[in-house]
């Protein structure tokens, strides 16, 4: 398939446990955003990054949240010490930046749980 | 700060009706407003979008009313079917390549 990828999509971690949360974003997409969607709510966004270069990141709720995308491909999020307010569905969106529409391509999301 | 307001939180209507969401912005920055549709496990979808220099667009069954000097915008789902039931979300966007700024969502239930 040639959509937006995330893995794991369940993921279940125990209060101070770090994690790493995968996109594998649509190939040539230049663009590529992580979004936090809490149960019943719109996703909001947390950074957002062109190429490998870390555009904005003031959506980042706390210095746990680590975000990378060393090769311009591939981006992992990563949350140290996990609290259970960090329970929710983490989305990856990647755009082309040559789209008219500035579309953004949402993966299926990874659940996080916070035990 | 909720930027984009959006409402109703939940809509049930019969098949072959009107479902109609509207959502309000604050900053006049956003130029770019699209509708994306989520099912349960999915990530959301894009429906349909518009600019603020056209005020309406259609696309299907689906349509966008914008309304620029009230800062308001619509959806209008026209013959609804029991498969649009889902969440939809409206957003905006203040320039090219940027954040995705959601509303709250509505919970559209299509009865057959």
């Known amino acids: 398939g040639a959509g937006v990828s995330q893995s794991p999509r369940y993921k279940v971690a125990k209060r101070g446990q770090d994690v790493a949360l995968r996109c594998d974003p649509i190939?040539?997409?230049?663009?590529l955003f992580w979004y936090q969607q809490a149960l019943g709510q719109g996703p909001e966004f947390l950074t957002y990054f062109q190429n490998e270069a870390q555009l904005d990141k003031s959506g980042l709720p706390s210095d746990r949240f680590f975000a990378e995308r060393p090769e311009g491909s591939v981006s992992t999020l990563k949350i140290q010490r996990t609290q259970q307010e960090d329970s929710a569905v983490y989305l990856c969106a990647s755009s082309s930046y040559r789209g008219q529409l500035r579309e953004q391509y949402f993966g299926p999301g990874t659940r996080l749980t916070v035990t | 700060q909720q930027q984009v307001k959006q409402s109703p939180q939940s809509l049930i209507v019969q098949k072959g009706g009107i479902s109609i969401i509207n959502c309000a912005y604050e900053?006049?920055?956003?130029?770019?407003f699209p509708w994306y549709q989520q099912f349960p496990g999915k990530g959301p979808a894009l429906l349909i979008a518009?600019?603020?220099?056209?005020s309406e667009k259609k696309e299907g069954r689906f349509t966008i009313s914008f309304n620029k000097s009230a800062k308001q915008f619509s959806l209008h789902i026209m013959d609804s079917q029991p498969g649009d039931s889902a969440t939809y979300f409206c957003a905006a966007v203040k320039y090219s390549g940027s954040r995705l700024t959601f509303g709250e969502g509505t919970q559209l239930t299509v009865n057959p």
């Open positions: 190939s040539g997409h230049v663009s």
């Open positions: 518009i600019r603020p220099d056209v």
């Open positions: 900053n006049t920055a956003f130029d770019y």
